[in-house]
């Protein structure tokens, strides 16, 4: 079971860990309010991304998708709240500016963006599916291993984020930056939609 359960980490770091939703909102507001001011945004993510793992292991996301008329309403709200995170991440103020945590991302924002978040699905559900192990204390076990490796995933791109911020102090180059990730959380959206 172990070496099953290193192989299903193995086959998930590259599609939980690339850039998606809510790795470059991660890094985004990272950049645009530091580590402090985006733990609770965070943790929010943390938690959605649980519970997307659990949604999958128990089958609901299944259920609701063969729903008539659910899949394309949950990718119209999905694709309206990434432009909604977006907006907040290209319009942020640089760190150097927040100094009373004015405009600091939500536990709310973040738990709705994971949620939200098609690229969840598609890359847990694709990795939980795939995997060899049957019984269901694997299955407990494959939960625990995939929500561990998505908060670690997260913390990463969070801390990506708050990293290049010391660097983004000059308001011009924060905008940019801002800009940058509001732009790549948009096309991580739109790229899949143009296939």
């Given at each position: 079971m172990v070496g099953d359960l290193a192989l299903l980490v193995l086959a998930a770091l590259p599609l939980m860990g690339?850039?998606?939703p809510a790795t470059l909102s991660l890094a985004g507001m990272g950049a645009a309010h530091g580590m402090r001011l985006s733990v609770h945004y965070a943790a929010g993510v943390n938690i959605g991304t649980i519970a997307v793992v659990l949604a999958i292991a128990a089958g609901v996301t299944a259920i609701i998708l063969e729903l008539p008329g659910m899949k394309p309403a949950l990718m119209i709200f999905a694709g309206v709240y990434m432009i909604y995170?977006?907006?907040?991440?290209?319009?942020?103020?640089?760190v150097a500016a927040q100094e009373q945590g004015s405009?600091?991302?939500?536990?709310?924002?973040?738990?709705?963006?994971?949620?939200a978040n098609p690229k969840?699905?598609?890359?847990?559900?694709a990795v939980y599916a795939g995997?060899?192990?049957?019984?269901?204390e694997s299955a407990i076990a494959k939960v625990i291993a995939l929500s561990i490796l998505a908060i670690a995933v997260?913390?990463?791109?969070?801390?990506?984020g708050a990293a290049i911020a010391a660097i983004l102090r000059d308001p011009?180059?924060?905008r940019v930056a801002n800009l940058i990730f509001a732009f790549l959380l948009l096309g991580s959206v739109a790229l899949?939609?143009?296939?």
């Open positions: 690339s850039p998606g995170l977006a907006w907040h991440i290209a319009t942020a103020p640089p405009g600091a991302p939500s536990f709310l924002s973040g738990l709705v963006l994971a949620i969840a699905y598609a890359a847990i559900g995997s060899t192990t049957g019984a269901d997260n913390t990463i791109w969070l801390w990506f011009q180059k924060a899949p939609l143009l296939r």
